[in-house]
Structures are given as C-alpha cells and as structure tokens.
C-alpha cells in the first residue's frame, strides 16, 4: 500500500552523517556514534561525522560542515543545539539530504518560541522536499539493517515486534527490559515532537516492513484522529496493530448542557478511534508486549476455550479466573481426550478442567497432554503451566513441551508459564527460543491471549456512512439552525428540534405546546389519551428533576391537575425560571429507553454516543461512543458494545425490539452531526424502541449549538 517511498531513508539511508558530533563519551552524540559504529550492530554503510572543532572521532574523518561530506549521504541526525537546528537543516537540504532526524529538544514542548522555531524546521523540510522526524525524539532502531540513531545503550534483540514510541525516554527502559525478557524487535521509532512524520505516515511503512509481524504503538496523543483513522483502518487490516494510551484519566472538565456532553471524554474518543480502526487497544505496557510476543508467534485464535495444562492447583485456578476477566473460558477437554490420557497420567490428575496432573507430574505428562489437547475439538488454545518440583528437571518440562507442539500440527496457540525464578529461567528461556510464547504468570499469558482473540476476532472496519439524508432536508435543518443562531440562541425548542429530525427522517411523537389548561385539554383530546405532559423553560434542562414530566395522563380532568401541578413544581425549584408552556405529548408505550447523542470534540470532531438511557443514564455509565458519520455496520456493533443490546433482544419476556431502525437512527444522527458543525451537543434521551419493524420516537430531542 505504501507508494511513499519519503521514509525508507530513515530505516536503510545510503549513508549517514552525524550532526554535532562529540568527541567527549559523556556527550549524547558521542553514544550515538558509539551506537552507529558498533562492531556488531553498527550502521553497515558510511558513516560522517560533522563537528567543526573536531578532525576525527572514534577512528572516523569528522568534517567541518554538512556541505562538505562526501556521498552517499541521505540522512542527516542533528544534535546541535536549538537555535542552530534551522541554519543546520538548510545545510542539509542544499547538500541534498533526504531525510533528517533531529534529536536536540526545546522546541514546541518548551512554549511559544519553541513553536515557531518547529514551525520554521517545517518549512525548511517542505522547501527542500526532505523529511523530519523529531525534533525530541531519539529517532530509529531498525536490527535488520541494522541501523542505530539513538543515544540508547545498546541495541534490541532481533524480532518481529515494531514499536512506535512517542515517549523517547520510554525506550531506553523499554530496550533494556526487553533484552532480559527475551523479546526482540523489528523496529524502534521514537518520533519525538511529530513536526513533520507523524504515526499515520509511519504505520503505512511499517505495514510493508517484511521484517515487522506487529506493530505496537505507546500513544499520547494523536495529532490528527481524522487522518488516523484513514490510514490505520488500512493497516490494521493487514497486520496487528496494539496500541497502549497513557493520560486516560486525565478529565477535561468541561460545563455541558447535555448527557453525552457530560459522559464525553478524550479518553472515549480515543477508545472510539482504537475500535473503528481495528486496532486493539491494552492497558499497560506489560500487556502490550506480551500480547505482541504471541501475536508474533500466532495469529489466529479461532474460539474463546483454553484449556489449561498444570502441575498446580492454585496457579490453574488463577489462570482460568484470568482467561474470564480477558473474555476467554477454561476449555472442557473432549472425552476422547480424557480417555487418551487416562491411562498414562497420575490417578489423582484432574482430567476435565483444568487438566490437573498435580505434584508428582512427570516431564513425558506434559508432552502427553500437550499432545492430546492439540487435537481436541473443544479446545481452541493451550496454556501450559510449570511450577518447579525438587525431583523435576524444569528443562525436561520445557523440552517435552517443545516436541509435543513440533509433533502435531495445529493452528493452535500454545503459551507456556514457568511460575518462578532460577529454578525455571533456563527452561522458559529455552521454551521462548522454540518459537512458544513463555511467560512467568498465568494472568500474563490469559491477557496475551485476550488480545490475541480480540484481534483475530476484531469486526470488520467500515467507516463509510450509507448516503441516507437528501439535500433538501439537509438544508431545511439547516436553515433552522441558522435561524436560531440569528436570534442568538444556542439552545433549539423542542418544535425545532423535532423538525430537525423529522428532515433527518427520525420520527418523534405528536407533541404540542399549550400555555393554559384548556389549550392543553384540547391538545391531549386531538393526540387521544393517554398523553404526558412536560414542562417547557429554557432555564431548566432536566425536566424530571423538577417535577416537570408527568406521564400517563388519562383524561380532561387528570390534564388539568397535572399542567397545574407542572407548573408550581417549576415555581417551587427555580422562581426566576422563564416558562414557555406545557408540552402535550403522545405518550409512547411499550418502547425500551436507549440514548443516542452526539458532542463535538474541538480535537476529534463529532462524536456519537448510544447506550442505555433515560434519567439514570449517568449513573449507569452503560454508553459507547464512535467517531462520526459511521456505517450501519458499525451502528450495530455501537448497539452489542453496551447492556442495551440484552434489553433490546427482549429481557424478561417482551418483545425484541426494532433494531434495525434504531441502526438507522443511530447512522442518521451521525450524519446530521457530520453536516450541521453548528451542532455542538445533542441528546436523544430516551430514543424509545418499539418492538421489531414498528420504529423509534425520540420523545425528548435536545439540541445545543455552538455559539461562538
Ligand atoms: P427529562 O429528560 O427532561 O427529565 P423526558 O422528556 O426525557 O424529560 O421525560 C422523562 C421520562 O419520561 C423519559 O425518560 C421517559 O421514561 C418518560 N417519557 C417522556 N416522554 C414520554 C412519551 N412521550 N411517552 C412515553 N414515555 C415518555
Ligand atoms: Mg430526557
């Protein structure tokens, strides 16, 4: 997919040269060098250093300036400090340089000065036609060419792992770790500040790296969620994309008229973004490597069974509590598998679930039952678990482990755990080099393989919204916004608000409003009883709060007290509230209350939330949110994501209620959020669901705009 060839300087330049090179080991440059000339990992091609007062460094011809290396020389590294970084990239560009990676920091993360000199970095890069990666970020590991840039000491093992970092000081750690725990990578990228290459331009390349099977991002912010989603959905569709956000608890507190607008957070729409990208998202880094080391070794995990193989009771009780809290099930073994092993494992063993062979297992144990449970049906995956035994040679375990997996060929996972220290590190060593994802504890293991599921069983992405709304009705609620915004109002009455979505072709109940009693009885004989009855003020947004909703009213009389009642109720709460009237409304029956809603994010743009509504919606937190206009597709995974989806199936004996045309409600909000931008909240609270093929009313539209 990648025609853009900008980036492939970064990973394999012809030849490099080093920008403010030091000739003194404490300096950053100096480890850089250091780390470019490595007898074992050092760049393969030349190498320049460039400092002015030096004439060579660690053995190699330093020159004065940029302009007088010779070739080739397609990326430049610059470690100059700040204020020369620009007349440097110039430099760069006359010399011809192709790509250029600037490690130097004080630029947009130190305030206003530091942005415009990024900014100027920008330009220099677009009038030169090079690329910049940086400024503040410790630029590219690639093993397999190998090519080193950064100050880090050392280099990661070779693996299959890509990994894009936008914290730069988490890869020294990161790399050290990951050398000790046996886990290679493809890829190192620190991207630093993102003036120019950003993840979105990364992800394409690292989708056609042969040398990458995953691809694990560390994420603080997304600059461009819009173009992300474009580019990701493409990518993810291919390869496994595992993505951890740090500052999720991070709140924006922000004043809001609606629910959605409350329940809206950064952090829902970056769980939004992950989602419609079909990019997996995991919780701590941890997870994110221990998912991406199995993910290297599998990628398919058919059904959600594992069954789990052990030597110890607690550890395999421990691990299938872990498989369930990551949607995955202790798997039974089949019959045949019980009778198969039987014979050959100790009395005691516990041969159903999990498959305990307890204490006196011996190393052929686990092979047999490794072997046996490979071609059980009733079993998707396998995790086999050691804890060390006096008279158990854990290395034998781990061999007979091995061998089993070679001997029969299954598109299973097996993940091995070898619960302890010394006594096991050289058999779960050996393990991981076998190609079989080792881990220490089960809760690991059960997360890798949570996200190996929801990878393998991600639903299909398709962002593509159905063109469902005409252009007359577009411009018709169009031209009511803009009625309302001549008129300085930011928030539409319900009248507008219902005809905006009538042009949006979702149906609302008959309602009127009435300002005395009698107007009132009128209405409700016209509707027919029973109707309700609801407060209209300006001034207050949650009706029943106050008093202010009285349903099944059912006759003249029973409309009188209640548009009385309504009324004092607003006075008692809120004196100076303004009072438009009593909406007389067709009361609704038989319909499951749901909440479809839509806020714009000034970051994200708009944003659409559905769940289970009515007035405790924020209290039960039972809502999903998604980046609009979406698909239908994509509406009715909205719908499975929330305890909504078992209400509308029909709970307790009533009806299933009418999917499909919450769906379409559900793409249509979208759509009108994605062609009104005056829109700035929305809440359809509750959106009533009528049993199956007899629709939805939305009984309580509010619509907020933007006022400035
Ligand atoms: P508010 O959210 O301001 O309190 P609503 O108009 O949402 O006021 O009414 C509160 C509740 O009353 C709704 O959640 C719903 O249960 C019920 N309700 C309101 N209007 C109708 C209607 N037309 N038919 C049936 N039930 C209704
Ligand atoms: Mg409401």
Not at 160 to 176: E, N, P, R
Not at 357 to 383: C, N, R, W
Not at 547 to 556: H, L, N, Q
Not at 557 to 572: C, K, S, Y
């Amino acid at each position: 997919m990648n025609k853009d060839n900008s980036l492939r300087p970064f990973f394999r330049p012809t030849g490099i040269a080093l920008i403010g090179a030091s000739q003194h080991p404490e300096k950053l440059s100096f480890g850089i060098l250091q780390n470019l000339l490595h007898p074992e990992y050092g760049f393969p091609g030349p190498v320049y250093p460039v400092n002015p007062r030096a004439s060579e460094i660690l053995g190699k011809t330093c020159y004065p300036d940029i302009s007088q290396v010779p070739d080739p020389v397609e990326l430049a590294i610059i470690i100059v400090p700040a204020p020369y970084v620009a007349a440097t990239m110039e430099a760069c560009g006359r010399r011809g340089v192709k790509a250029v990676i600037v490690i130097t920091g004080g630029f947009r993360e130190a305030g206003p000065d530091g942005k415009t000199l990024e900014d100027r970095l920008v330009a220099i890069a677009k009038q030169y036609d090079m690329r910049l990666m940086g400024p503040n970020g410790i630029g590219v590991i690639d093993t397999n060419t190998p090519l080193n840039t950064t100050f880090v000491k050392g280099m990661p093992l070779p693996g299959k792992i890509a990994f894009l970092s936008q914290s730069g000081a988490l890869c020294g750690g990161v790399i050290d770790w990951s050398k000790q725990r046996g886990i290679g990578f493809s890829v190192f990228l620190s991207v630093g500040n993102e003036a120019d290459v950003t993840e979105s331009d990364l992800l394409p390349y690292l989708q056609d790296d042969p040398g990458s099977t995953v691809i694990t991002l560390y994420i603080e912010e997304i600059h461009n969620p819009r173009r992300f989603l474009q580019v990701a959905e493409e990518v993810a569709a291919q390869k496994p994309v595992l993505a951890l956000k740090s500052g999720r608890t991070a709140s924006g507190q922000r004043a809001t008229a609606s629910h959605t607008g409350a329940l809206a957070s950064n952090d829902a729409a970056y769980q939004a973004l992950f989602r419609q990208t079909g990019i997996v998202q995991v919780d701590t880094l941890d997870e994110l490597f221990d998912s991406a080391l199995l993910l290297t070794a599998h990628q398919t995990l058919a059904g959600r069974n594992i069954a789990i193989i052990t030597n110890a009771g607690g550890p395999g009780a421990l691990a299938a509590d872990a498989l369930e809290r990551h949607g995955l099930h202790l798997a039974v073994s089949a019959p045949e598998t019980i009778a198969a092993l039987q014979p050959h494992l100790p009395a005691a063993a516990a041969l159903t679930a999990p498959i305990d062979m307890l204490g006196g297992a011996f190393p052929e144990h686990y092979g047999l039952a490794v072997k046996a449970v490979l071609q059980d049906h009733s079993t998707d995956g396998i995790l086999v678990i050691h804890v060390p035994q006096a008279v158990v040679d854990a290395r034998e375990v781990s061999r007979e482990i091995i061998d089993a997996v070679q001997a029969v060929p299954a598109d299973k996972p097996v993940v091995a755990c070898f619960l302890g220290g010394d006594a096991v590190t050289e058999a779960a060593q050996r393990t991981l080099a076998a190609g079989i994802p080792t881990f220490t504890f089960p809760s690991a293991a059960a997360a890798a393989l949570g996200t190996l599921y929801r990878w393998h069983n991600r639903p299909p992405v398709d962002n593509v919204p159905p063109e469902s709304v005409a252009e007359a009705d577009r411009q018709c609620a169009a031209a009511i916004v803009q009625q309302a915004l001549a008129e300085k109002r930011t928030a539409l009455s319900a009248a507008e608000s219902e005809a905006i979505l009538h042009a949006y072709g979702i149906p609302t109940p008959g309602s009127a409003l009435a300002k005395r009693a009698d107007e009132a009885v009128a209405r409700a004989k016209a509707f027919g009883y029973p109707v309700v009855l609801k407060l209209q003020s300006p001034d207050i947004l949650h009706k029943s709060d106050v008093g202010g909703v009285k349903v099944g009213v059912a006759d003249d009389q029973a409309v009188r007290e209640a548009f009385a009642g309504i009324i004092a109720n607003a006075r008692a709460t809120k004196p100076r509230a303004r009072i438009d009237g009593v909406l007389v409304q067709e009361m609704v029956s038989g319909g499951q209350e749901v909440i479809v809603g839509g806020t714009r994010d000034p970051h994200f743009g708009p944003l659409l939330m559905f769940g289970v509504g009515g007035v405790l919606v924020e209290l039960l937190g039972q809502v999903t949110f998604r980046l609009a206009p979406l698909s239908s597709a994509e509406a009715g995974r909205m719908i499975d994501d929330t305890a909504a989806a078992k209400l509308l199936a029909g709970l307790r004996g009533a009806p299933p209620a009418d999917r499909d045309a919450l769906r379409q409600t559900i793409v249509r909000v979208g759509q009108l959020l994605a062609d009104i931008p005056q829109i700035a909240e929305l809440d359809l609270n509750p959106l009533l669901v009528l049993p199956a093929s007899r629709g939805v009313r939305a009984v309580d539209p509010r619509i907020i705009l933007n006022g400035s």
